[in-house]
């Protein structure tokens, strides 16, 4: 997508601090990290938001899970422990229109749903 601000960074039209990289999904620093470690783990290709994920994509979703353990113990929270948070829409929040996990860690953090 032309002008999706996450398919610009996967294009590396916009630089980003790369922690993670494969063929299919692209994990980097956020811009306003809300914790000490946060981390967007992306697919590659563009999927809007959760609202957009169906059976077709469970590998690519798969993969995408997959990679969060590897992208903890490479930040250095795997064992400590972290929270995995995915935004849809408007009430959930969600500002970027392409499917991202937030990788949050490195402190205790507060247990807030809203
Ligand atoms: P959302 O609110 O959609 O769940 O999360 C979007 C996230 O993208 C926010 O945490 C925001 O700080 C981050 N973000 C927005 N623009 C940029 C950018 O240009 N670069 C990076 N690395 N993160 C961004
Ligand atoms: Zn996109």
Known sequence: MDNCL???I????????????DDLVLGF??????APV????????????????????G???AHL???IPQVAEKMGIKDSGYRVVV????DG???????????????TLEVTFG
């Open 6 to 8: 996450f398919c610009r």
């Open 10 to 21: 996967v294009n590396k039209e916009i630089p980003s601090r790369i922690v993670y990289e």
């Open 29 to 34: 620093n956020d811009i306003q990290p809300q």
């Open 38 to 57: 946060h981390v967007l783990l992306i697919p590659k290709t563009h999927v809007a938001s959760m609202n957009d994920v169906g059976r077709e994509h």
């Open 59 to 61: 590998d690519l979703v």
């Open 65 to 67: 899970t997959s990679v």
């Open 87 to 90: 935004n849809c829409g408007k």
């Open 93 to 107: 929040g969600q500002t970027v229109s392409h499917l991202h996990y937030h990788i949050l860690g490195g402190k």
